[in-house]
């Protein structure tokens, strides 16, 4: 299986301050049909994960713009341009460019 | 409005078994693929089976594979996943989510709430 890992495993930012997570996997995530199978997640206390963005770069339906997402290969960077409270939770990324997919640990994210 | 809701959860002993069910609603059924994914307390995600629209293709993850059988009900608009053999280790909330494809596994993008599964003598 593909591992993901991601850095770093928490985060405290001032609100308004940007914010980067960075997600590496063990194989490149580049499929032969040309799309990077890479997504973001956001998971907030007490809830399910909630999708933020798709094929590496593309914001779900209802994202704000702050958040982006960037990288090829297996080289990724979630960034929020800046942070708002509600903003808070625990990042994931995720691969599915096998039929089995994976997760990253998870990067916390919380309000100085 | 788009959403799955889980039930079946619960208390079990190990080497036993469980049913889990999730319900759809506000959107196709049998145009969307449906994956199980789990996260034990305290701890993160991990993916535990999927299957494609039409049913005839099913994925595990190797941690359930042998033990655990993800099926549909396209009529009932229902999702199940048949847990046996059950291990201490497979204590965990177990989340029903929609896959944003219809053949196989890509992203989730509608998840359930989440129905606990506790596995414990």
């Known amino acids: 299986d593909i591992v993901m890992t991601q850095t770093p495993l928490s985060l405290s930012v001032t609100p308004g301050q940007p914010a980067s997570i960075s997600c590496k996997s063990s194989q490149s995530l580049l499929y032969s049909d040309g799309k990077t199978y890479l997504y973001w997640y956001l998971q907030k206390t007490g809830q399910p994960p909630q999708l933020l963005i798709y094929?590496?770069?593309n914001r779900f339906s209802g994202v704000p713009d702050r958040f982006s997402g960037s990288g090829s290969g297996t080289d990724f960077t979630l960034k929020i341009s800046r942070v708002e409270p509600e903003d808070v939770g625990v990042y994931y990324c995720?691969?599915?460019?096998?039929?089995?997919?994976?997760f990253g640990g998870g990067t916390k994210v919380e309000i100085k | 409005e788009v959403q799955v809701l889980e039930s079946g959860g619960g208390l079990v002993q190990p080497g036993g078994s469980l049913r889990l069910s999730c319900g759809a609603s506000?959107?196709?059924?049998?145009?969307?693929?449906m994956s199980w994914v789990r996260q034990a307390p305290g701890m993160g995600l991990e993916w535990v089976s999927g299957?494609?629209?039409?049913?005839?293709?099913?994925y595990y993850a190797d941690s359930v594979k042998g033990r655990f059988t993800i099926s549909r009900d396209n009529s009932k608009d229902t999702l199940y996943l048949q847990m046996n053999s059950l291990r201490a280790e497979d204590t965990a909330v177990y989340y029903c989510?929609?896959?944003?494809?219809?053949?196989?596994?890509?992203?989730?993008?509608?998840w359930g709430q989440g129905t606990m599964v506790t596995v414990s003598s």
């Open positions: 506000g959107f196709t059924f049998n145009n969307c693929a």
């Open positions: 995720m691969q599915s460019i096998q039929l089995r997919p994976t």
């Open positions: 299957i494609s629209g039409s049913g005839s293709s099913t």
């Open positions: 094929e590496v770069s």
């Open positions: 989510a929609r896959d944003i494809s219809m053949i196989v596994v890509r992203a989730f993008d509608i």
